[in-house]
C-alpha cells in the first residue's frame, strides 16, 4: 500500500527528464540508448490499477451508476495501448509472502468499507440512465493515458474497482505482442522490479512508494506512473511525441540527505507520518528508537543476493504459462515442502466483488467448485497444510478453513451434466453468452435446492442481456456478482486440470476438462462486460432470449417446453411504468417494430393498413417485450 507521505516528502528532488520518443512511422527509442533509464521495468498491478482510474476519469460524466465502470476488454486494450509507448519488461504478483497478509487484509477492508458506503449511499439500488454509444466505444485515445490526469467525475469517486481487474490484464497481455515481456514471479511483483534495476539498471514505473525505498544502486532510478506525459516532438504533433517523467534518482537523493539509501527515512516518515520533513531528516542521523521494528521493517526492503535469489519460492513450469495470480499463488504455497510455517495456513486471498454487503458474500454459491480446484492441486501435490479462504463475511473480512472436498457433493456430481446441458441447448452460441447461461442456471437451481429465494426473473433477465429499467437492484447487482464467482470458479478449475495435465486423465476428470475447454478468457467478456458491451453480444449473437430463460429456469425441460407466454408477459413482475422505462432505455438502432394485430384496435378504431408481408413469428424476447 506504499509508505504514506513519502512520495510528497521526496517529490522536490525528482528530476524531470525526457524518458524517450515515438517518431510518426511509431518506431520507439529512448532518447539516449546508453542512458541509466533503460530498461523500463513496470510493476504490472501498478500499471493495471492506474490504467483504470485513467479510464474512468475520461468515461462521461453522464453516465450514471455503474455504467461508468470500464468492462475488462477495455483495460485490456487500454494496457496494450499503454505498452504501445514503452520498452519494457513486466513483471506481476504470483506470490506474496506472509508478512503481507496484514497488508492484504487491510486492502480487503478497505475495500469492504467502500463497497459499504457505496450501499449506504444507494440503499435501494442504482440509477441507470439509457445506454448510450459512449458507454461502448472507447472516450479516450493512447496519448491521453499517459498525459494529467483528469479529475474525477463526482459521479465516479466511490465506484469500486472490478474485482478481477488484473487477471483480465494479464490474459489480454497473453494474446498480445507483449507477451514474451512479462512474467508472473513467484514472489511480489516490485521485489523483482527492483530486482531488475540492481542488476540491469534502468527505471521502474510503478505507483508504489515503495520502491523509493529499496536500494536499487546508483544506476537505476523510480518514475511514478502519475509524473508520465507526452507532448508533441519539436512543438509537431504530426513528426512524432516526447514521453517526459519525474524521475527519482533514488541513490543521489539518499546522498543528498548522507544517508546509504532511503531505507531509514522510510522507515521514519512511516513510522510518524505527522512530523515535519526536516525533523524527520535529523532523526535519520541518530541512533533508532525501536531497533526491532527497525529491522523488521528493513527486511521487507532488503534484496537477496543472486546467489540467495533461489530463496523466493520456485517458479511454476505450467502451460499455459500465465496462470491466475491467485491460483498461482496457491500451488506455490502448497509445492511448498516443508511449509515455511507450520502453523499457518495455505490462505487463498478472495477479491471482493461488488455485491449486496446485507447478505451472504457472493463467492458462497461457487464454493464447491472452487474447493474441487482446491483439492485436486493439493492432493496432487501432496500438500497437507488446511487451506483457508478469506473472503467477506457480514461486515468483515475473516478467513474459512475448507473442509475436505467431497467428490459427491450433489453440486459436483451435477456439475458435468449441467456444462453438458448447456452445450447441447446452445452449440452455435459463442462461449462468454453460453458460459453466463450456464451460470445463471447453476444459481437458479443452488437456489432451489436448499429452499432458498431464487433470483426473480427480472434479475434473471439484467444479468443475461444487459436489459434493466432504469433503476437497478441490489439483487440484480449481486446476483451479477454471484455469475462472475461462478464463471471464476470454473477458470480455477479449468487451469488446475491443465497445471495437472496427464494426471485429470488419470482421475477420470478427462471429460470435465473437455467440457472446460472453450471457456474464454476474461478479456473477452467472460466476466462484468459493460451493459453496453452485453446487450451488443446478444444481439449480435441472435440470442433466443426466451429459451435462454427456459434453460435458465429448468435446465432439464426440452427446447420445446418452454414458458414462453408467461415469462413475456409477466417477466420480473414489473409495473407498467418499469415497462414503459425498460423499453425507452434500449437505443433507437436497437429496437424493432412493433407487431400489430390486424382488425381493429381496443377502443373500436380501425387499425391502419400494412404491407401485406407478414412478420415471421419470433421466439426472441426483445420482440416478445416490444422491445
Known amino acids: 500500500m506504499g509508505i504514506p507521505r513519502l512520495t510528497g516528502q521526496l517529490e522536490p528532488y525528482s528530476v524531470p527528464l525526457i524518458l524517450g520518443y515515438q517518431t510518426v512511422n511509431f518506431s520507439k527509442d529512448l532518447a539516449d540508448s546508453s542512458s541509466s533509464l533503460t530498461p523500463i521495468i513496470i510493476d504490472g498491478p501498478g500499471l493495471a490499477y492506474h490504467i483504470y482510474h485513467r479510464l474512468l476519469a475520461h468515461r462521461s460524466a453522464c453516465l450514471k451508476g455503474l455504467d461508468a465502470i470500464p468492462s475488462y476488454g477495455e483495460i485490456g486494450r487500454a494496457f496494450i495501448a499503454y505498452l504501445d509507448t514503452l520498452n519494457s519488461h513486466i513483471y506481476f504478483d504470483g506470490f506474496l509472502p506472509l508478512h503481507k497478509r496484514p497488508t492484504r487484509q487491510a486492502r480487503l477492508e478497505l475495500s469492504l468499507k467502500d463497497l459499504v458506503k457505496t450501499h449506504d449511499l444507494s440503499p435501494a439500488g442504482f440509477s441507470i440512465g439509457a445506454v448510450s ?55 511480489e511483483a516490485d521485489l523483482h ?6 542488476k540491469l539498471g534502468g527505471t521502474i514505473l510503478t505507483s508504489d512508494s515503495d520502491l523509493l525505498v529499496f536500494d536499487i544502486g546508483p544506476e537505476a532510478s523510480v518514475v511514478l506512473l502519475n509524473s508520465l506525459s507526452i507532448s508533441a516532438l519539436d512543438g509537431d504533433p504530426e513528426a512524432g511525441s516526447l514521453l517526459k517523467a519525474n524521475v527519482f534518482k533514488t541513490a543521489e537523493i539518499a546522498r543528498t540527505f548522507q544517508l546509504p539509501n532511503l531505507q531509514r527515512l522510510g522507515y521514519e516518515i512511516k513510522t ?42 520456485p517458479p511454476i513450469e505450467s502451460k499455459p504459462r500465465f496462470l491466475d495470480p491467485r491460483l498461482s499463488e496457491l500451488i506455490l504455497q502448497l509445492q511448498s515442502s516443508p511449509p515455511p510455517h507450520q502453523a499457518d495456513e495455505i490462505t487463498v486471498y478472495l477479491p471482493l466483488p461488488l455485491d449486496d454487503p446485507t447478505r451472504s458474500s457472493a463467492w458462497t454459491v461457487s464454493s464447491c467448485i472452487r474447493h474441487r480446484a482446491y483439492s485436486l492441486l493439493a492432493s ?11 473472503s467477506r463475511r457480514g461486515h468483515r473480512i475473516l478467513p474459512t478453513s475448507i473442509p475436505a472436498s467431497k467428490n459427491n457433493d450433489p453440486d459436483l456430481k451435477n456439475l458435468p451434466s449441467l456444462l453438458e446441458k448447456s452445450q447441447q441447448r446452445f452449440p452455435e452460441l459463442q462461449p462468454s453468452l453460453r458460459f453466463r447461461i450456464f451460470a445463471l442456471a447453476y444459481i437458479h437451481r443452488w437456489c432451489t435446492d436448499r429452499g432458498k429465494t431464487p433470483p426473480s426473473r427480472g434479475s434473471l433477465l439484467c444479468a443475461l442481456t444487459g436489459k434493466t429499467t432504469r433503476h437497478l437492484s441490489w439483487e ?9 464467482g461462478v464463471v471464476y470458479a470454473l477458470r480455477m478449475l479449468q487451469q488446475s486440470l491443465r497445471h495437472l495435465g496427464g494426471v485429470a486423465a488419470e482421475d477420470g476428470l478427462h471429460d470435465l476438462a473437455a467440457l472446460l475447454g472453450d471457456l474464454p478468457d476474461l478479456a473477452r467478456g467472460l466476466l462484468c462486460p459493460s451493459r453496453a458491451e452485453l446487450r451488443a453480444m446478444v444481439v449480435a449473437a441472435g440470442l433466443d432470449v426466451t429459451v435462454a430463460m427456459d434453460f435458465i429456469l429448468d435446465p432439464d425441460s426440452s427446447a420445446e417446453e418452454g414458458g414462453d407466454a408467461e415469462f413475456a408477459t409477466n417477466e420480473g413482475h414489473e409495473t407498467q411504468e418499469e415497462a414503459d422505462e425498460r423499453k425507452q432505455d434500449i437505443p433507437a438502432e436497437w429496437q424493432r417494430p412493433k407487431k400489430r394485430k390486424s382488425g381493429r384496435s381496443s377502443k373500436g378504431t380501425k387499425a391502419p393498413q400494412t404491407s401485406q408481408a407478414t412478420t415471421p413469428k419470433t421466439r426472441n424476447l426483445y420482440e416478445l417485450l416490444g422491445s
Open 133 to 187: 454509444r459512449h458507454a461502448s466505444s472507447p472516450s479516450w485515445i493512447p496519448g491521453q493515458l499517459l498525459n494529467s490526469p483528469l479529475p474525477l467525475p463526482s459521479s465516479h469517486r466511490h465506484l469500486p474497482a472490478p474485482a478481477f481487474l488484473v487477471p483480465a490484464v494479464l490474459d489480454g497481455l497473453a494474446e498480445s505482442q507483449y507477451a514474451s515481456i512479462v512474467d508472473i514471479v513467484p514472489a
Open 193 to 198: 522490479c527492483a530486482l531488475a534495476a540492481l
Open 272 to 313: 510518524d507520518p505527522t512530523t515535519s520533513f526536516s525533523e524527520t531528516l535529523r532523526r535519520t542521523q541518530t541512533p533508532v528508537a525501536d531497533p526491532v521494528n527497525f529491522r523488521a521493517f528493513i527486511e521487507e526492503y532488503t534484496l537477496p543476493p543472486s546467489s540467495s535469489e533461489a530463496a523466493t519460492p
Open 380 to 390: 496432487h501435490l501432496s500438500a497437507r497444510s488446511p487451506i483457508a479462504e478469506t
Open 476 to 484: 440484480a447487482v449481486h446476483l451479477d456478482a454471484q455469475a462472475q
